[in-house]
């Protein structure tokens, strides 16, 4: 049990202080991290003693204060932000108004301003449209599972891939549901606002345990400019927020949409059969769903991809620096399938449809002479445009489980022949290797 685990933490209590309900099956406890655990006595033996309960004490202020930092007086704020521009470089604090937003984007306040965002902002056409986009996409990542050589030669295999994919639920926009915040009392103090939304973030999250799965539950507020794909849920969502801008228009050309949203949720639904994403089944249970062969096939095509990334490099300042082909592999693998499915897909509509081929071969003429090919491909670029000091570049390197912007648009469109072929790239060249790396 939990509570064997350590002599100095009493997490019975933890769980109580936390909100947890009494009488929870504490023998069922989801340890993410069990090394930790087992270690954990022999980090706070020397720190509980008497001579030295001052550190502890100290170690927890510090951290306490750090987490409130921001909403506390100047003094606070300066030193907080002295200590992470030291990190990366950053020589400016952001605009009062973005400090605020993004405050209470991390609050409970985050779903309520998001429902404020959608009514404003998003419009029912583009959750049709988008619903449309991603149903294009899986039908050429299905189709695309009947010719991936290591999976293939595996009916059962093939099978199971496509009733993961087939069962794979999309999440568009916003929650079909907005979450209550009646109960939260706001006052004049704005750290004791934040206080008190930490607080009632943290009795929802320990209200879920021992709770039936509220499966229509999102990890991301609909403002956001991001995507996720759940493995235990096998879903995906793709919030209002990324629905716009350069990601996504609808009335913009379809090769600007495949080329940057379409590609986006081809990434999220690469995810569910990446290195990580492949362990978990359609109904999102860990456990081996591939015969020996198949995980032996798939880790071959993968290792080719981790070579790949490993080879490049970054220009941090005047160093520079490897990217970490192992650590980025997942993100790596849904970069490549997310350019070439959305890709397969935009072919796919260009031959079914000639009303909508006939307005794509318009594009010349209103983008300086790039070719509908051409200008999905300066859309996947335009997805990943980064400004980063050469602290934080770095950073992304040694931290982020992601390539630098740079090298997400580099490393997939060197593995994708269509990119070659738009540009006329000679065999050979960076952009057209002679051998490539192919999992999905």
């Known amino acids: 049990a939990l509570q064997n685990m350590s002599s100095f933490v009493d997490f019975a209590l933890f769980t109580s202080l936390v909100g947890v309900r009494a009488g929870w099956n504490t023998s069922e406890t989801n340890v993410a991290d069990l090394g930790f ?36 007086a100047k003094p606070f704020r300066d030193a907080h932000f002295a200590f992470s521009a030291a990190l990366t470089g950053v020589d400016s604090q952001p605009p009062r108004f973005r400090t605020c937003l993004s405050g209470m984007d991390s609050t409970a306040l985050g779903m309520l301003m998001g429902h404020y965002f959608v009514q404003q902002e ?24 009947h010719h991936v050589p290591w ?14 994919l087939d069962v794979l639920i999309n999440k568009i926009g ?44 999102w990890d991301m507020l609909p403002q956001q400019i991001n995507a996720y794909y759940q493995p235990v849920l096998n879903e ?3 919030p209002a927020g990324i629905l716009r801008g350069s990601f996504y228009n609808v009335d913009a050309p379809g090769a600007l949409n495949h080329g940057g949203i379409g590609a986006v949720m081809g990434h999220e639904m690469s995810h569910g059969f990446d290195d990580q994403g492949r362990r978990y089944n359609a109904q999102g249970v ?19 991809v981790v070579r790949l990334y490993a080879n490049y490099t970054v220009l941090a300042g005047n160093e520079t620096v490897h990217c970490n082909g192992n650590a980025t592999l997942g993100e790596n693998l849904a970069d490549l399938g997310g350019i070439a499915n959305s890709y397969r897909a935009y072919v796919a509509r ?6 909508y081929a006939a307005l794509e071969a318009k594009i010349p003429l209103a983008f300086n002479g790039l070719s509908p090919h051409q200008l999905y491909f300066v859309a996947w670029g335009q ?53 490539r790396c192919s999992v999905w």
């Open 151 to 164: 999976l293939d030669n595996s009916t059962a295999a093939l099978a199971a891939a496509e009733h993961k």
């Open 37 to 72: 655990y087992r270690q954990l006595d022999a980090v706070l033996a020397p720190l509980v003693a008497a001579d030295n309960s001052t550190t502890l004490r100290e170690i927890l202020a510090l951290n306490y204060v750090t987490a409130y930092a921001t909403t506390l």
């Open 286 to 304: 860990l456990k081996s769903w591939w015969p020996p062969s198949v995980v032996a096939g798939f880790e071959e095509a993968a290792s080719c």
């Open 122 to 145: 998003f419009k029912a056409a583009t959750k049709t449209a988008a619903q449309e986009l991603i149903k294009g996409v899986e039908v050429a990542f299905g189709k695309r599972m």
């Open 236 to 238: 995906m969502v793709f």
């Open 383 to 435: 997805n990943w445009c980064t400004l980063q000091t050469p602290k934080a570049l770095k950073a992304t390197i040694a931290n982020d489980p992601h390539s630098p912007g740079e090298i997400r648009v580099r490393g997939p469109v060197s593995q994708t022949p269509e990119f070659a072929e738009a540009f006329q790239c000679k065999p050979g060249d960076a952009y057209a290797p002679l051998e």
């Open 350 to 355: 260009l031959t079914a449809d000639a009303d």
């Open 174 to 217: 916003y929650p079909d549901t907005w979450p209550s915040v009646a109960d939260i009392a706001i006052g004049a103090s704005h750290f004791g606002n934040v206080r008190a939304l930490t607080l009632h973030a943290a009795r929802l999250d320990a209200a879920k345990v021992d709770a039936p799965t509220d499966k229509a539950e």
